[in-house]
């Protein structure tokens, strides 16, 4: 299945774009995901690895079983001043 992933703050800079759209297996969790955006976006990977993500509009946890057509937002940890 293709998923779109929304892409926020700082993840969307090094990304250099607001989405990315990644091919994944039927049944693939959110692990998945992370895991595919890292390969993509190598620069980002520490990043990632601290980003909440939200699939269609809810926060969700790393083994949520995804399916076609979720939309997916990665939120990278913010500070304020």
Do not use: H
């Amino acid at each position: 299945m293709t998923i779109v992933v929304e892409l926020f703050a700082r993840l969307r800079e090094i990304a250099g774009t607001p989405y990315l759209e990644l091919e994944l297996p039927d049944s693939a969790t959110l692990a998945v995901v992370r895991w595919q955006l890292a390969e993509r976006v190598p620069e980002a990977a520490s990043l990632l690895s601290k980003s909440a993500i939200a699939v269609n509009e809810c926060y969700a946890d790393e083994t949520m079983i995804l399916q076609s057509g979720d939309r997916i937002a990665v939120l990278p940890p913010v500070s304020g001043g």
